[in-house]
């Protein structure tokens, strides 16, 4: 039983100043500050061991158990920020716009709180140049140009000190006596994380602004990246704290196209968007790759590394299934238990050895290229509409299919492995032989368990029908409808979920690096179809 | 301008009203909890912070593994349990160790959590205002746990990076020091320094606190680790002159819960049931049958049960059955008897397991007996050997017949045992007249038959040399003992620490 109150509040001033000089020349100056505020306290109570369990006597105390647990607890945060914008254009044709804010958090050392952030863009509305007057097709033409920084802070709240907590007791004599040690490490040279974007697109609008063009070319750098690089066991086990450890870039294109039309009482509206993405770790903060995604004790799916994407997985290469006794002969040295049906993996060094220096970059849980498509249409009362997401170029490493075809315990297993399992020579070159001695070898963390996740889904459509109503009727609007979610996936990967919308390694208790292993499914709950009837009365 | 004054009048003030609140704004303290700038200040500070440096001892966490080193890669013992559960332990009994074996990284991260608890208590020490006496008390134990833990896990790795006060992030990057060198600087030095600091005795509510007795004790082992007999004899012999210890009347007494504070105990890690945090001994189910709630691991193999000396008409040494479990014989509860079928092997053990009629079922992992790391038979023993290795065969065999004495007159004092009241015929006779090397195969024997099962068998086998080694792992076609001396690090470490 527990309770808790948080409560924030937010003070934000600003000061606006508008003019326009000689009727072309706009001007306008922005100039503010924001303060914000959060306590927030909780307490609870537990109890165990209820003899009468009916419900007048299900009370906190009333439990047998001696230890009865008690807790209570506080915390806060603040921001404190002033910022300035100015914002000019010369007869709506050429613009400028400039901004810087400066921020402070609680989260940071008092050293280290305030980040300075800058932003800054140009635009200029070509289809208002006297040049282009005359192209009555053509409604809009807009190049822009950006630059833009916004700063990160979400790292624990007192990242920056160590923290003694309690639970660490040991029995003298007969009694429990109370311990306590550094369960955390802070560190105080932790500062923002800063994102500058720079951007460089073009607005297109045509025929009365019935086909729209949008389009934009993206590089965002992260900088002072907060991660909490995991340190080195032999100087404990206490959390790590979140450092400025590096840098990374994000790049890509994106297109947007719509195409709506209304005519004699058919409305339409049909487009979509399409963009690319590009990752890559540009810096780390001691040069030095970071493990993370950790699956199992001491295994680590994927690897943050200079030149990959962030979390890229990083395993063995299954190569086949070794069919016979010659096959393991002539292959490297892969471990002293090794028969025929076992997983055969590359031995990416040459050395003849099969070891942790064999594993390799094999794919990244970041999509390459994302898309959409959205439709509505609208006809005598009658509206349609739906919406298609999609991505391809992902991974995902299925972590579920390492226990259930993995064979290492008594799990059940998946008919695919028990259909297509090797029995003998020649059987198979995918799936390797049942054994509980070869599945140490067999379920090694490899591109066995990695799956594409590319998919397409029609995330939501739609159909309703709004009821002519009179003039004078009491009743404003009437419509009924259905509809259905995620109605349709396509997609090659065998789990229950490609979307994944939840990451699991959240919830795993081992992992502490979470934003460093994305796309490792333990199982992720699946997204549910959900269909809909709905009937809207307004009065 | 009338409107111009107003509307800067407004702005400053706006302004100003938040400027002088600016820095303390954004201060918030953390609350419930201390920082470790506000910790370590009182004396209460330095009592909760050597708690939490036992804490590490305890067996109540599932990550302490020394038993699979020290049991189950020794010829003493098999993985046990069903095939496939913790297929990790299987592969290091098997001596196909990689460096992603769950196992390593369990003991590598708990032991140097240990460490770095002492060294951070050991730092502050000296800061606190609190009575002088006490303070070197609590330095003598801080020390005493340190070496506790780097004699694992120097015993289990090998050459590993040593700390002794709480590294920068540069000190964390720290090269493996040489074996010879952990010994000779770290465990060596720690022991001798909390044998000057600690009490004798601690009782009442203290008692389980390490000892300068015990540190003597350690340190005698230690001696014989690094081959410094003469050494080892001096240390051991302070355990012996001190009076303070002495043989249990009965083996199993040290094993039974009622008797398990005996004078033969001179260092144990103690537990607690129904604690939250859990302080309950988990081996009592580790290691108990399936049929029981137990897991069954650490199986006695069939080369430890003949190692048993047996007198003519087949009489097995009482010490056998106070180990482990086998047919034909009652196991813990008066009321059951050991069934094979529990164990791949035939066998298991029960030092640390309590009759169902002390822990039920239920409450398996709450089991109440220590981890008897130091008692005095291992010392008998110590000394023995470390007077043997100096030639003083004579004088080493007397203290061998100490504990074959013992555990023969078993038959005088334990009423349970079948035939009891007359000790059998020729039942662990008196060793006599032995030459050096003969006394010394004798005292391997008696340390194997007389401390089954307390953590120390691979440790012994591999520092009594490569022959031996060779011939205790004949039927292992992977151990070399070039290869499995020590254990590789584990993954973690390698992946962060870059000078390894």
């Known amino acids: 039983m527990g309770s808790g109150v948080g409560f924030t509040y937010n003070w934000t001033n600003t000061l606006n100043y508008t003019k326009i000089f000689n009727e072309k020349h706009n001007l306008n100056v922005l100039v503010g500050a924001e303060a914000i505020k959060n306590q927030s306290t909780g307490h609870g109570a537990s109890d165990r061991d209820f003899p009468d369990q009916s419900p007048n006597m299900r009370y906190i105390g009333n439990g047998l158990v001696l230890n009865k647990n008690a807790y209570e607890y506080a915390s806060g945060w603040a921001l404190l920020s002033g910022f300035a914008r100015v914002n000019y254009n010369y007869n709506n044709r050429y613009l400028a716009e400039g901004v810087i804010r400066y921020d402070g958090s609680s989260r940071f050392s008092p050293d280290n709180r305030w980040g300075a952030f800058y932003s800054g863009s140009l635009g200029w509305n070509i289809h208002n140049e006297s040049f282009m007057k005359d192209l009555d097709w053509l409604n809009q033409m807009k190049l822009r140009v950006s630059v833009g920084q916004t700063g990160n802070q979400e790292i624990g709240l007192y990242n920056y000190l160590s923290v003694v907590s309690d639970g660490y007791n040991y029995p003298f004599n007969n009694n429990n006596n109370y311990g306590y040690a550094v369960s955390s490490l802070g560190n105080e040279n932790t500062t923002w994380e800063t994102t500058t974007t720079y951007d460089i697109g073009l607005d297109l609008a045509f025929i009365d602004d019935r086909l729209t063009f949008i389009t934009d070319y993206y590089w965002r750098y992260t900088t002072d990246m907060l991660i909490p690089v995991p340190l080195p066991p032999s100087g404990g086990d206490a959390n790590p704290p979140y450092i400025n450890a590096g840098e990374v870039l994000n790049r890509g294109l994106e297109i947007e196209l719509y195409w709506r039309e209304e005519r004699s009482g058919f409305k339409y509206e049909i487009g979509g968007n399409f963009s690319t993405l590009y990752n890559e770790v540009l810096s780390l903060s001691n040069g030095r790759p970071i493990a993370a995604g950790r699956i199992d004790d001491a295994v680590y799916a994927t ?8 979390g890229s997985f990083y395993l063995y290469e299954m190569e086949g299934i070794f069919q016979n006794e010659l096959d393991i002969f002539t292959h490297a040295y892969q471990g002293p238990d090794i028969q025929p049906g076992d997983v055969k993996f590359k031995d990416q060094n040459g050395d003849n050895i099969i070891d942790q220096t064999d594993r390799v970059h094999v794919g990244s849980a970041i999509p390459r290229y994302i898309y959409g498509m959205t439709a509505n249409l609208a006809w005598k009362g009658f509206d349609l509409s739906l919406f298609i997401q999609g991505v391809a170029g992902n991974d995902i490493y299925m972590q579920v299919n390492q226990d259930i075809e993995g064979f290492y315990r008594g799990f ?7 259909d297509n399992r090797w029995t003998e020579e020649g059987s198979t070159d995918e799936y390797p032989r049942a054994s509980w001695i070869g599945s140490s070898n067999n379920k090694k963390a490899s591109t066995r368990f990695l799956e594409s996740g590319s998919y397409a889904r029609l995330k939501n459509l739609t159909l309703g029908y709004n009821f002519k109503l009179g003039k004078n009727s009491s009743v404003k609007s009437m419509r009924v409808y259905i509809s259905a979610q995620n109605l349709l996936t396509i997609t090659k990967y065998p789990g229950l979920d490609p979307e994944m919308y939840e990451s699991d390694n959240l919830n795993s208790e081992n992992v502490k ?13 699946p997204l549910s179809k959900i269909y809909t009837v709905g009937f809207n009365i307004r009065f | 301008m009338r409107r111009i004054n107003t509307k800067i009048i407004i702005l400053l003030v706006l302004v100003s009203a938040i400027l002088p609140g600016c820095q303390k704004f954004l201060e918030e303290d953390l609350q419930g909890e201390r920082s470790d700038q506000q910790f370590f200040k009182t004396a209460n500070d330095a009592e909760l912070a050597l708690t939490g440096i036992y804490n590490v001892l305890t067996f109540a966490n599932s990550d302490n593994r ?5 049991d189950v890669a020794s010829d003493d013992a098999a993985k046990g349990g069903i095939p496939g559960d913790q297929a990790d332990i299987g592969l290091i009994d098997d001596f196909n160790v990689s460096t992603d074996n769950g196992n390593l990284e369990q003991v590598w991260v708990l032991y140097y959590e240990g460490i770095s608890r002492s060294n951070k208590l050991l730092d502050h020490i000296d800061g606190i205002d609190m009575d002088a006496e006490r303070r070197d008390q609590i330095k003598g134990e801080a020390k005493f746990l340190r070496a506790y833990f780097y004699y694992w896990l120097v015993n289990v790795f090998g050459d590993i990076p040593v700390h002794t006060t709480t590294p920068t992030a540069e000190e964390l990057q720290r090269a493996a020091t040489p074996v010879a060198k952990v010994w000779s600087d770290v465990i060596i030095p720690d022991l001798t320094e909390a044998a000057a600091l600690l009490p004798e005795t601690f009782t009442g509510k203290d008692l389980g606190r390490a000892t300068s007795i015990a540190a003597y004790a350690f340190l005698a082992k230690a001696y014989l680790f690094t081959e410094q007999w003469s050494l080892s004899e001096e240390a051991a012999m302070s355990v012996v002159n001190s009076g303070l210890h002495q043989l249990a009347l009965v083996y199993k007494d040290n094993f039974t819960y009622a008797t398990r504070d005996n004078p033969e105990v001179i260092f144990a890690v103690r537990h607690l049931a129904e604690q939250d945090p ?11 049958p399936r049929a029981q709630n137990g897991y069954g691991f650490n199986a006695p193999t069939q080369n430890f049960v003949d190692e048993f000396e047996t007198t003519t008409e087949g009489v097995y040494d009482p010490r056998l059955d106070y180990t482990i479990g086998r047919e034909g014989q009652v196991w813990l509860d008066s009321n059951i008897f050991f069934n094979p079928d529990w164990s791949p092997t035939g066998y298991l053990q029960k030092k640390y397991i309590q009759p169902l009629a002390e822990v039920p079922k239920e409450s398996k992992d709450q089991g109440q007996l220590h981890y008897i790391f130091l008692r005095y038979s291992d010392v008998i023993l110590m000394l023995a050997e470390a007077l043997n290795e100096q030639g003083k065969t004579a004088e080493a065999g007397q203290y061998v017949n100490m504990v074959r004495t013992r555990a023969r007159e078993s038959f005088l004092y334990d009423s349970s045992l079948p035939g009891y009241g007359t000790i059998p015929d020729d039942l662990l006779p008196d060793i006599t007249g032995s030459s050096q090397s003969s006394l010394r195969d004798a005292i391997r024997h008696e340390r194997r038959v007389e401390l089954g099962f307390e953590f120390h068998r691979y440790f012994d086998i ?6 031996y080694a060779n011939d205790a792992f004949s039927d292992k076609e992977n151990f070399t003992y070039s290869k499995y001396q020590h254990f590789p690090i584990p993954q973690s470490e390698l992946n962060t620490n870059f000078k390894l």
């Open chain 1, 412 to 418: 059940p297993v998946t008919q695919r492995y028990y």
């Open chain 2, 462 to 467: 591999i520092r009594y040399g490569e022959s």
């Open chain 1, 513 to 525: 690096n979470a934003d460093l292993a994305a796309g490792i499914d333990w199982g992720t709950y």
């Open chain 1, 303 to 310: 690897l943050t590394e200079v030149g990959y994407p962030i």
């Open chain 2, 278 to 288: 859990g302080l309950g001994n988990g081996m009592n189910s580790w290691f108990a």
């Open chain 2, 66 to 70: 020394i038993w699979v080193f020290g």
